[in-house]
Structures are given as C-alpha cells and as structure tokens.
C-alpha cells in the first residue's frame, strides 16, 4: 500500500510517499480502506519532533480518518467487511481501573493513534489498522471527507468545554484560533449551549467564516485591542471560559482577560510551552486554570449525535491528494487554513 511517510525529523520535505506492507491483522482488530484522512496540529508536531514525546520512526501520521472495514479479526464481533466508519483516535488498554470506570484519557497507557503509535501506523495511508472499539458508524448524511474532518477535533473541543470546563447557557466564551480545526467545532458547540462565542481571527476572510458559524463577536488579533475588546463585550466583566491551544503566544492575554472565578481550558500549546503565569491573578481572581487531552470515545459518540441532527457541522478548508500531505501541513503552518485539511488517497 501506499502512506506518507517520515523516517527523520524535519520540515514537510521529510515526507515521501512510499510503497510499505499492509498492516498484520490482529485478533481483535480491523483494517479500514482509507477514503479520507484529516490532518491535524499533531502530525506537525511529529514530523517536527516534540520534546518528552517518543514518535516511533519511520513514522504514518494522521489520527483522523474515515473509510469502509475491509477485513476483520476472529475475534471481532460489531464491524464487518463494507461498513463505513470512522476512527476514535485514543488507544487505552481497556482493562484498567481508569478504563473501565469510563476514563479511559487517564489510562497509563493511553496514546494518540496516528501521532504516538507506529512504526507506519496513522491514517495517512490507504489502508489503517485500527482496534475494533475505535471504530465508529459513519453518520449517512457524511461523506467520506467530512466524517474524517471530525473526530478529533470535536471530541477534543467537546471534552475542554462541555466535560471540563461545564459550559453553560450565557457564559462568554473567548475562542483562539477560532477559524481552525479546533475553533469552528468550538463555536458551534457554544451555540448549542446557548453561550455566547466571542471569536479570535487573524484576518477579514476568517472573520467572515466564524459569522456565518454563528460567533456572536469577533475580533481580528491583529488589527484590534484584545483585551479592550473584552471589556467592552462584557461589560468590563471578563469572559466566563478561555478556550486555549495556542500556548506561548496568547497565556497572558488568556488570564488576563479571564473574569474573577472563571475558567481557562487548554488542550495544546502551538506557538510554545513556556507560558508565564501571574499566580496573583489565579489566587486573588480565584479561577480555573483546567488541562484537556483528547477525549473519550463516549464524549465522541455524545457530540456525535449532534452532528446526525446537524446542529455541528464539519468545516473543510481544502481537500488534496494524499501525495500532497506537505503542502496540506505547510498551510496549517502558515495559518491559512479555515477549518479541517483532508487528505484523500
């Protein structure tokens, strides 16, 4: 089969597409056609190289994708030769207390599929192996590239605001990124919580999209003052939840902007790790400073279910071929994409 593959760490001229074996099948596993794989921030980060994160080299990445299951495991009882589906990325082992009590994010094992695992096993292939319980009914009214445009994003999305930060009906919400993959999974979940998303771009064209996902305010970081913004969006109150991944570059301003007892979620840290942090504003203001990983596979289904009724919807910025997974991660990098990149072998 064919997959991009990377035997080295580096910039987008490190991925090659490559002729490697299919992968082995297990008992209770499965392979999936790939129709369509989603690109995400952590296929950069692996490609690049992430400090106290061991990528298995050579390296597949790609921890979305959606196809039809083309053989199965003896020991596999739910899925079937044809059926289409998409991938829950998280991979626990599913005996563990953290597991069986419905945590499976805290399990010691737990690993991203596509970023974490390998040698060559991610979504950006024409065939993946995948464990039978990561494996999901494609809704009917997706196709192939919207279904793997989802479901990291919004389980991630779903867990930081619905799961851990409690979302409530009124709440002001400042969204980083909010024309990314994460930030329009974000918008339309506050939506449906009756919040309130104020929406973070970097340009006219980005704020367009957010509008018409249903941001109640929106405020270009790179012609306006973000903060003075705030103030007058709420009233000189601060926002009720930060939604945060974008780390270095934004923490201060995130705090900062926070009301007094409210709450920041943080899933990622793309423009860096080492965030300054005025512990007055945490102990005097009394907020939430909360972490997020991924989610789990019932926080998926529970999202889901919304997407079936069409009140979330996925947002793709541009489809390619799979031989041009460079340029799809170049145009993550350079902040041009609005919404998911898909790759289709």
Request: hydrophobic fraction near 45%.
């Amino acid at each position: 089969m064919k997959a991009i593959v990377f035997h080295e760490h580096g910039d987008t001229d490190k991925l090659a597409l490559e002729e490697i074996p299919e992968p082995a099948l297990g008992p209770n596993d499965c392979l999936i056609r790939v129709r369509a794989a989603g690109c995400n921030y952590n296929d950069i980060w692996a490609r690049r190289g992430l400090p106290g994160v061991k990528i298995i080299l050579p390296h597949v990445s790609g921890s979305d994708a959606a196809g039809e299951v083309i053989a199965t495991g003896a020991e596999v009882q739910t899925v079937k030769d044809g059926d289409r589906v998409l991938v829950h990325p998280g991979l626990s082992c599913r005996i563990c207390e953290a597991c069986t009590s419905g945590n499976e994010v805290f399990c010691r094992e737990f690993k991203i599929w596509g970023f974490q695992t390998g040698p060559n096993d991610g979504g950006y292939a024409e065939v993946a192996r995948l464990p039978e319980v990561n494996l999901i009914p494609m809704p009917e009214s997706l196709s192939f590239e919207e279904a793997a445009s989802l479901p990291l994003v919004l389980e991630t999305a779903w867990r930081m605001l619905v799961t851990r930060a409690r979302i409530a009906p009124g709440q002001f919400v400042l969204i980083w990124g909010a024309a990314g993959g994460l930030g329009v999974m974000a918008i339309q979940i506050c939506r449906l919580f009756n919040a309130i998303p104020i929406a973070v771009v970097s340009s006219a064209k980005k704020a367009e999209l957010v509008a018409r996902l249903g941001a109640a305010h929106v405020i270009d970081r790179k012609t306006e003052d973000l903060p003075a913004r705030v103030r007058e969006i709420t009233d000189r109150r601060g926002v009720d939840i930060v939604f945060e991944h974008v780390g270095e570059a934004t923490w201060e301003q995130s705090v900062a902007v926070l009301k007094w007892g409210g709450t920041l979620v943080v899933c990622g840290a793309t423009t860096g790790f080492e965030a300054r942090t005025d512990l007055r504003f945490l102990w005097n203001k009394q907020q939430n400073h909360l972490g997020s990983h991924l989610g789990t596979k019932a926080e998926l289904l529970a999202a889901l279910r919304f997407v079936e009724t069409g009140q979330i919807k996925p947002v793709i910025d541009k489809v390619f071929p799979l031989a041009e997974a460079a340029a799809a991660q170049a145009r993550i990098e350079s902040d041009e994409a609005e919404g998911k990149l898909i790759l289709v072998p």
